[in-house]
């Protein structure tokens, strides 16, 4: 969402336009709603957004319009696509879904704690289909080491990673390099015949 706000010396962010300003608010927000749930107020919105309370108004209608805008830029899948698509392929797979996992986890557990502070009506919104291009170039790009198309590969490495690692299904998430070994060999000892 674009660099750090600046501060002049009154501690206000300088005059940007709109969608510059709307940014900076909803990147503020979201560590404050992790912190304080839906019980955040404008006031500590304008004060982490370096901006006067009145502002939060010129872009926003009123403070649930903030929250829904938060939640729409955490669940914005692009991020995390980007992220994914801008991992080395050319490293060993390995360690290319070890870095994958990392990633996936974190944005696991932002949305997770970011769902659990603001409740259950913005459910709905966080529902995202499993199916990632970039972890599927991820696994084209090492077609030849996997065993089953890349589609379904990818989409087995997010319900994994999810369910060692949404808080619900896992007292403790697992680390990335773990979750990649039991999804690149699994828990069997023995060998295929």
């Known amino acids: 969402m674009g660099e750090l706000l600046k501060t002049s010396r009154?501690?206000?962010?300088?005059?940007?336009?709109?969608?510059?300003?709307?940014?900076?608010?909803?990147?503020?927000?979201l560590p404050l709603l992790l912190e304080h749930a839906e019980m955040v107020s404008t006031r500590q919105i304008a004060e982490a957004a370096g901006i006067g309370e009145g502002t939060i108004f010129?872009?926003?209608?009123?403070?649930e319009a903030v929250i829904t805008a938060v939640i729409d830029a955490a669940i914005d899948p692009q991020p995390i696509e980007?992220?994914?698509g801008a991992l080395d392929h050319s490293a060993p797979l390995e360690e290319l879904i070890t870095q994958a996992v990392?990633?996936?986890?974190?944005?696991?557990?932002?949305?997770?704690?970011l769902m659990s502070s603001v409740g259950?009506?913005?459910l709905e919104r966080a529902r995202q289909p499993l199916a990632s291009p970039a972890l599927i170039a991820l696994f084209e790009a090492h077609r030849d080491e996997i065993a089953v198309p890349a589609t379904e590969a990818a989409r087995h490495l997010r319900g994994v990673t999810l369910a060692s690692t949404h808080p619900l299904l896992s007292e403790e998430p697992l680390e990335p390099t773990r979750i990649a070994q039991l999804f690149l060999h699994g828990v069997w000892k023995g060998q295929p015949c």
């Open 120 to 122: 259950s009506r913005h």
């Open 82 to 84: 980007d992220a994914i």
């Open 102 to 113: 990392a990633l996936l986890q974190q944005r696991t557990i932002t949305i997770w704690r």
């Open 10 to 29: 009154s501690g206000r962010a300088p005059a940007l336009p709109a969608d510059e300003r709307r940014e900076a608010i909803i990147r503020a927000t």
């Open 58 to 63: 010129r872009v926003f209608d009123d403070k």
